[in-house]
């Protein structure tokens, strides 16, 4: 029993390392990405408007306008999707002959 619980142990430690090293790796090349790039670009916008920024700044904005855009467009599927979760669970409530499935839900 304590040589499971020794290994178990172990593998926690190893993936909690190789996470901690994976993580520093992607900050380390993000940060020579930006080093490597750090010249002034501009952005026209409509009406004359001009903005300049170092590359990677811009690159950041895109990408986080990117997630948001993708995140708000997700909202009413997320929203609609608990609304009827929850009608299905009063309506199992109700109803004693509804049971549970045996097959676990991802």
Do not use: C
């Not at 190789?18 to 026209?44: D, E, I, P, Q, R």
């Not at 979760?85 to 097959?103: E, G, K, M, S, W």
């Amino acid at each position: 029993m304590t040589g499971t619980h020794n290994t178990q142990s172990f593998m926690k430690n190893i993936t909690r390392y190789l996470g901690l090293a994976l993580k520093l790796l992607v900050f380390l090349l993000v940060l020579g990405f930006a080093l490597k790039n750090s010249h002034t670009v501009t952005f026209y916008a409509y009406l004359g408007q001009a903005w300049q920024a170092p590359l990677i700044i811009m690159l950041v904005l895109a990408f986080v306008l990117g997630a948001l855009t993708g995140v708000l467009a997700l909202l009413p599927t997320v929203f609609r999707l608990r609304r009827e979760v929850a009608r299905n669970l009063r309506a199992a409530a109700r109803d004693p002959a509804i049971t549970q499935p045996d097959i676990p839900v991802v």
